[in-house]
Every structure is written in structure tokens, then in C-alpha cells.
């Protein structure tokens, strides 16, 4: 499956910005999808993550109550809206895809989107 994410762009602290990721090849729904994300220095880590029929959600506790992961499987998108933006948030932010269940854990997934930047002002 491709990934392609998109919606990044550079927002003051406070505002609202909704990423989309368009999978592409195998059908989206095979696969339990994830957002990470990685800061300038910083190690890749983990987002969100929502299983393949989109009834079961995790967050990292710092987004927890601000972001929300969401899945349209008749459209092949997996969308991250974020709110309430903070200067700490600005990273690189990646699609993921995995075969079975949704997870946390980087190394498990088999499929990575080309990212796309974040930038929050303070």
C-alpha cells in the first residue's frame, strides 16, 4: 500500500489543522493505520492509532483530548484533526500502515507515507 499524506502547513499556537493520509493499492481497511510524528532532533513517535474498522482509537498522552484520529475506508483516508495547537507539536507528521492490530510501536509498522511539516508559532 502507498501513502501519501497531506494538510501541513504553519498555524499560530491555539489553531486548528486537519492532516489527511490517502492510502492507495491494497485497500485501507486491511490495514490498521497510525500517526507519528518527528520533532527537528528528535526521534520518530507515536501519534495515534486506529484499528482497521475504526472503532477503537489510542493517542500518545500528549495529543490525548486535543487530536483526533478518524477513518473513511469507502475513501481509503485516515485524517488526524488537531486542535488546540502548541509550539511542541511542530514535527514532521507520518502516515503508517500495519497488517492485524493497531499498535503503538514503530517498528511494527510495514508501511510509512513521505510525511508532511507542522509548524505551530508561538
Known amino acids: 500500500v502507498q501513502l501519501q499524506a497531506f494538510g501541513g502547513g504553519l498555524v499560530q499556537a491555539g489553531d486548528s489543522l486537519r492532516l489527511s493520509c490517502a492510502a492507495s493499492?491494497?485497500?485501507?481497511?486491511?490495514?490498521?493505520m497510525g500517526w507519528f510524528r518527528q520533532a527537528p532532533g528528535k526521534e520518530r513517535e507515536f501519534v495515534s492509532t486506529i484499528s482497521r474498522n475504526g472503532g477503537t482509537a489510542y493517542y500518545a498522552d500528549s495529543v490525548k483530548g486535543r487530536f483526533t484520529i478518524s477513518r473513511d475506508n469507502a475513501k481509503n483516508t485516515v485524517d488526524l484533526q488537531m486542535n488546540s495547537l502548541k509550539p511542541e507539536d511542530t514535527a514532521v507528521y507520518y502516515c503508517a500502515a500495519k497488517r492485524g492490530d493497531f499498535s503503538t510501536t514503530r517498528w511494527q509498522y510495514n508501511y510509512w507515507g513521505q510525511g508532511t511539516l507542522v509548524t505551530v508559532s508561538s
Open positions: 493499492g491494497r485497500t485501507a481497511s486491511s490495514y490498521a
